[in-house]
C-alpha cells in the first residue's frame, strides 16, 4: 500500500519560513516523479513545485519561484518543500502527490498523479 505522509505545516507570519516534508512508503521512490500541490481557499488546486525521479529537473509556480525550493532524499525516500518569504497569499493546504515516472518532460497536471497524501495545513498571517 502507497502512503504518502506531509508534515512541517503551521501558523507562520508573513516574511517567515516553513519546512515541509512528504515521507513516501509502499513505493519505489525513484521510479516517480514527486511533487507539492496547495489548494488555497476559495480557489482551485494549483501546482507548486515539481522535481523528476532522479531529482535534476524542477519545475515552480511562477508565485513562488525564487522562495520555494523543492528536494528529495531517494536514499530516506523523503520530498521536501522549503519555503522562506512566505506569504498570505501561500495559505493553503499543502499535499504532496506521486506520479510514475514515464520517462516525459514535466512539468504535469494534477490529474497525471497517481498517489496523492492527507494535506499539511500552512497559513500565513499578514
Known amino acids: 500500500q502507497v502512503r504518502l505522509i506531509e508534515s512541517g505545516g503551521g501558523l507562520v507570519q508573513t516574511g517567515g519560513s516553513l519546512n515541509l516534508s512528504c515521507t513516501a512508503s509502499g513505493l519505489t521512490f525513484s521510479g516517480y516523479v514527486m511533487a507539492w500541490f496547495r489548494h488555497p481557499p476559495g480557489r482551485g488546486r494549483e501546482s507548486v513545485a515539481q522535481?523528476?525521479?532522479?531529482?535534476?529537473?524542477?519545475h515552480y509556480a511562477d508565485n513562488v519561484k525564487g522562495r520555494f525550493t523543492i528536494s528529495r532524499d531517494n536514499v530516506r525516500g523523503v520530498m521536501f518543500l522549503n519555503m522562506d518569504n512566505l506569504e498570505p497569499d501561500d495559505t493553503a493546504k499543502y499535499y504532496c502527490?506521486?506520479?510514475?515516472?514515464?520517462?516525459?518532460?514535466?512539468?504535469?497536471?494534477?490529474?497525471?498523479?497517481?498517489?496523492w497524501g492527507q494535506g499539511t495545513q500552512v497559513t500565513v498571517s499578514s
Open positions: 502527490a506521486a506520479m510514475f515516472d514515464m520517462a516525459t518532460r514535466g512539468p504535469f497536471g494534477g490529474e497525471q498523479f497517481d498517489y
Open positions: 522535481i523528476s525521479a532522479r531529482g535534476g529537473t524542477t
